[in-house]
């Protein structure tokens, strides 16, 4: 049965007949029955955290992810809970209300698992929910479409490294996947959406998407922090610096930029490789590495 549901979530064909035409009723049918028929119902209270070493189990405390990672989790399914309720079509209302039971899932386990190693998180802020639920939407989405490119090549660099125990990262596993899921079901929805807009209603969507990338660069560099008493939060530090902390702290001995991208580019073809080619994947993230990439040349380690 784990096997079975383990492949389901991975593996998808339309039985859709000839192309699906982006924007189509369709395509809208397809995209929400790709994402329902590739739930995989397995339980957090369930998954096998295997016993660590102490040095294993430091390697895992010392991680830069912990608490931006559950946070943002928290914060996802408030977003897509809320998304969803603005949802007049059936269909797609219940694939956000999916998607936003998921990202509580997905907190779930990342509680359970820091519970379980004992990783000290700062107190979590209240969270709230979302005034303009579009928005929200937008940037919780996109910034799905960066971290997940970026966390399909970390998950592979530590998969490789041997630091972690092959328990570890097959309990992990699904929650990687689920992932790939999300952003499909949102690159999905920004294409079938823009595909029904009249041009003015078109520019104006582009606007706010163009805001979106904005305050998500600005967020990202760190110009934009959010200041306690004591500089930067720690949430805020492990957000900036999580592609290359994360890959040195997984990687033995450490991990060149030209290859560290290699990778990422690699698994984010192999972990949509499943899915039925006629529907639409993230692009930019891949675009501006392969771009990155020509400029780039292998480097030692």
């Known amino acids: ?44 209270s369930v998954l096998a955290w295997p016993n660590l070493d102490a040095a294993t189990r430091d390697k895992i405390v010392s991680l830069p992810i912990w ?16 998304f969803a309720c603005m949802q007049s ?60 490119f970026f966390a ?5 660099v530590a ?19 689920e992932e790939c ?3 499909l079901l949102f690159a999905n929805w920004i294409a079938w959406y823009r595909a029904k807009l009249s041009w003015l209603a078109r520019l104006r969507f582009e ?28 949430a805020h530090r492990q957000d900036n610096n999580f592609t290359v902390s994360g890959a040195q702290s997984v990687s033995n001995g450490g991990i060149a930029l030209h290859e560290l991208m290699t990778i990422c580019i690699a698994e984010n073809d192999r972990r949509f490789a499943g899915y039925d080619a006629r529907l639409a994947r993230p692009v930019t993230m891949p675009k501006i590495v392969r771009f990155a990439l020509r400029f780039m040349r292998p480097r030692a380690r």
């Open 1 to 44: 049965m784990l096997a079975r549901a383990d492949r389901t979530m991975r593996v998808w064909q339309s039985d859709v007949s000839g192309p699906i035409t982006i924007g189509s009723d369709i395509h809208k049918r397809e995209m929400c029955r790709m994402f329902r028929d590739t739930f995989n119902p397995y339980r957090p």
């Open 67 to 82: 608490d931006i990672a559950v946070q943002t989790e928290g914060k996802a399914r408030l977003r897509m809970a809320a």
């Open 159 to 177: 998969r490789r490294s041997g630091l972690f125990p092959a328990e570890l990262i097959e309990t992990f596993e699904p929650v990687i996947q």
């Open 207 to 234: 606007l706010e998407v163009a805001g979106v990338w904005i305050f998500l660069v600005w967020e990202r560099i760190g110009i934009a922090r959010a200041i306690d008493g004591n500089g930067p939060s720690r």
């Open 89 to 148: 079509d059936l269909d797609l209302r219940h694939a956000f209300a999916l998607n936003a039971w998921e990202e509580s899932r997905h907190k779930d386990v990342l509680t359970r698992l820091v519970e379980t190693y004992g990783v000290a998180l700062e107190p979590e802020s209240p969270y709230v929910y979302p005034g303009r639920a579009t928005w929200a939407y937008l940037v919780t989405g996109y910034s799905e479409c960066i971290d997940s």
């Open 181 to 183: 899921r999300h952003i």
């Open 152 to 156: 399909f090549g970390l998950f592979d």
